[in-house]
């Protein structure tokens, strides 16, 4: 069972918004919901290939969403710079 549609938005949101404070991001609302969301895809992807999955609820997705999100920010600026 996974979060569902509006569950993946606000802790993708939630995610993106933990991540943008870390890594000193200004992103807004929406990008922060993608952030959350495409970083939990992207380190849910790394991690189910060396074999660790992260459980479907709640806690876990954010953790995970933020750690991804915070991973996207510096592939882009590391790319950008």
């Given at each position: ?29 929406l990008v922060n919901i993608i952030l959350g969301i495409v970083g939990a895809v992207v ?39």
């Amino acid at each position: 069972m996974g979060l569902g549609i509006l569950a993946s938005i606000i802790v993708g949101g939630l995610a993106g918004w933990i991540a943008s404070g870390l890594m000193k991001a200004q992103t807004g609302l929406l990008v922060n919901i993608i952030l959350g969301i495409v970083g939990a895809v992207v380190l849910n992807t790394i991690l189910s290939i060396v074999g660790i999955y992260a459980d479907r609820s709640w806690l876990p997705q954010l953790i995970v969403g933020a750690a991804g999100a915070s991973l996207l920010i510096f592939v882009w600026r590391r790319i950008k710079s």
